[in-house]
């Protein structure tokens, strides 16, 4: 039985599991002067997929490198599956990390490193089974400085996943997958899932993000900018009109935040009744909204947003 409920409830709530595997608190990270991470709070319950996303320089990588035990936090309190991160012996070996650069030794071929780094993990698996899972076989006996961009990053899975860890960190998973790797990879963490696994994942690719996760920590600056499921995030927000208006023209009859180029985004609870009075204004000046566009917020918006936010 999946140890959650998907899409149900609210937040935190809906999460099934009473003990989180991951549980962070109050947590700070400061480099030098710098505060790179700010009073942050969130927890992963067991089988959840967790998406920690956020703009550049948020503060996501040194966060989750304080999760995995590679970083010590300035203050605060972590607990990854009931221990403290700088507990090596008790967590090492549960969880699988998928880096953005695994860095693995170009000479050694696809299955001597699945075997070693595996074997290192002190989990068990059969390797030539996860160089199968990966769609790797035909390359078991190629030097890893031979594979394509694609190829690396489906070892670097292949070793994350070995033996089943109970906690999976995915850092741009699909970054250089074409479509068909990307869906065999997300099938196999399905698979995981299913066996109960929790993921904790980070990606700019935010579809896959609003698609797969059940949660969504949306950082910024240091700090959560907003947590919730999917439809928390899209559902509060206001809907979403952009267009652009040629060099000179008037300002917008309604509050738009100006982008480049003459564009503009307009966030609005009543949709219709702005469109009507912008379409009706543009009417009047003889202008034409150039690449207008209208809809519910999506994830991305919630990005543009962050954007265009001077806070
Ligand atoms: N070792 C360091 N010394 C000083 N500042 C650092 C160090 N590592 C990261 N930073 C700064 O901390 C902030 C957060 O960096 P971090 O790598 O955690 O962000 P991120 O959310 O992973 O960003 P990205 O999406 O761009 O990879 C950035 O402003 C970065 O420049």
């Given at each position: 039985m999946r140890p959650l409920l998907r899409g149900v409830g609210s937040g935190w709530d809906g999460v099934m599991s009473t003990t989180p595997v991951i549980d962070v608190h109050q947590l700070n990270l400061a480099y030098g002067d710098f505060h790179a991470v700010k009073d942050l709070s969130f927890r992963v319950g067991q089988g959840e997929l967790y998406a920690l996303l956020g703009t550049n320089g948020a503060g996501k990588t040194s966060t989750l490198e304080i999760i995995e035990g590679h970083r010590k936090a300035t203050s605060g309190t972590v607990s990854v599956l009931g221990h403290s991160p700088s507990d090596r012996g008790a967590v090492r070996s549960r969880m699988g990390i998928m880096l953005q650069e695994s860095g693995?030794?170009?000479?050694?071929?696809?299955?001597?490193?699945?075997?070693?780094?595996?074997?290192?993990?002190?989990?068990?698996?059969?390797?030539?089974?996860?160089?199968?899972?990966?769609?790797?076989?035909?390359?078991?006996?190629?030097?890893?400085?031979?594979?394509?961009?694609?190829?690396?990053?489906?070892?670097?899975?292949?070793?994350?996943?070995?033996?089943?860890?109970?906690?999976?960190?995915?850092?741009?998973?699909?970054?250089?997958?074409?479509?068909?790797?990307?869906?065999?990879?997300?099938?196999?963490?399905?698979?995981?899932r299913e066996d109960g696994s929790t993921i904790v994942l980070t990606t700019h690719y935010l579809e896959e993000a609003q698609q797969r996760a059940d949660r969504i920590g949306l950082m910024h600056r240091g700090t959560f900018h907003r947590e919730g499921t999917v439809a928390e995030l899209t559902q509060t927000l206001p809907a979403v009109i952009g267009f652009r208006l040629p060099a000179g023209s008037p300002p917008p009859p309604i509050p738009a935040a100006a982008a480049s180029a003459g564009a503009f985004t307009v966030e609005t609870f009543q949709l219709q009744f702005d469109l009507r009075v912008l379409l009706d204004w543009a009417h009047q000046q003889g202008l034409e909204l150039a690449d207008l566009h209208a809809g519910p917020t999506s994830l991305d918006d919630v990005f543009r947003a962050i954007g265009a936010d001077p806070a």
């Open positions: 693995f030794s170009p000479d050694l071929t696809v299955r001597e490193t699945v075997g070693l780094i595996g074997g290192l993990s002190r989990r068990v698996d059969d390797v030539d089974r996860v160089i199968d899972v990966v769609d790797l076989k035909r390359k078991a006996t190629t030097r890893v400085s031979q594979l394509s961009g694609g190829e690396k990053r489906r070892l670097d899975f292949a070793t994350a996943v070995y033996g089943g860890p109970e906690l999976i960190f995915l850092d741009e998973p699909t970054t250089g997958l074409d479509i068909s790797s990307r869906d065999d990879l997300w099938r196999a963490v399905d698979r995981l």
